[in-house]
């Protein structure tokens, strides 16, 4: 990579997780209800009446940047809530993919505004590499817990939130934003459950999990894990955060015999790298 091309993408990774913000008016939008369920509600509520008039409730936040590179706050102009050091992530398994010639795609499921697939498409033209990236998301937010089959979902109520509906066309217009929209970027649209049993993907050399949900987090190990080639990595953006995620990490290693070890990105992201 020249030098030029290394100064694009830590542009491009500044830009996505909405570094200006953070540095110069350290905004932070009102965070979707933690606590009480009560307490959940009325925020969440708040939020969503809010989001329908494109208006936000924002605080002055010291920590921004620094919560930025961990991916903790909701960016008010980001492409990603990921952070640097997941993006940074991407970068490493990306470029050892390549160095060690494994072969296949990349894909995310659940893309928010498309951040994380963005960086990934960005990376693959940069090393001239003839490779897809799969943008997998129901492009209307979260499903709503199927507690009858994943008891482990109990109490999600991301589902309810306005600001994870993004829409597959805004997403669409962000890659173009980039000029990074071309026939390499496959859209799969819909529930996982729905779309990645049947998704024409043959070979995946990245595979990046963020759905929040223990049934969003299986689905896609159940479909996608086996498409893995040897020397691959697979992200779990919520592993360190969302005990739902963890779980359905564990429940499906558990009954396959993994043993790959699991590596801390920044105390949310986890990632391994299935063996040669």
């Not at 990774?13 to 570094?19: A, M, Q, R, S, V």
């Not at 990306?94 to 894909?107: L, M, P, R, S, T």
């Not at 993994?258 to 992201?269: F, L, P, Q, V, Y």
Request: net charge negative; glycine share 8%; proline share 3%.
């Amino acid at each position: 990579m020249t030098t030029t091309e290394q100064h694009y993408i830590q542009l491009l990774k500044e830009t996505l997780i909405d570094k200006d913000n953070a540095v110069r008016y350290q905004l932070t939008p009102l965070a979707p209800g933690q606590g009480s369920f009560l307490k959940r509600m009325v925020i969440n509520l708040l939020i969503n009446t809010l989001s329908k008039k494109n208006l936000i409730i924002t605080g002055i936040n010291k920590n921004g940047l620094k919560q930025r590179e961990i991916g903790l706050g909701w960016p008010i102009n980001g492409y990603t809530m990921i952070g640097l050091k997941r993006l940074n992530n991407i970068q490493f398994c990306i470029e050892e993919v390549i160095k060690n010639k494994v072969e296949g795609d990349f894909i995310e499921t659940g893309v928010w505004r498309g951040g994380a697939c963005i960086f990934a498409k960005a990376l693959f033209e940069i090393y001239n590499e003839n490779r897809k990236v799969w943008v997998a998301d129901s492009f209307k937010g979260l499903p709503k817990p199927n507690t009858t089959l994943y008891p482990e979902d109990e109490g999600d109520d991301l589902y309810s939130l306005e600001q994870l509906r993004i829409s597959k066309e805004q997403v669409m217009n962000n890659f173009k934003r980039f000029d990074l929209l071309d026939d390499n970027v496959k859209f799969l649209e819909g529930w996982f459950k729905d779309t990645l049993p049947t998704a024409p993907i043959e070979k995946l050399a990245i595979v990046r999990l963020d759905g929040d949900m223990y049934e969003s987090t299986m689905d896609g190990l159940n479909h996608l894990y086996h498409k893995l080639s040897s020397g691959g990595f697979i992200i779990i953006d919520d592993y360190g955060v969302i005990p739902a995620c963890k779980k359905a990490v564990h429940d499906f290693r558990d009954e396959h015999g993994i043993t790959e070890e699991i590596k801390n990105i920044d105390g949310s992201g986890y990632f391994w790298q299935k063996n040669f």
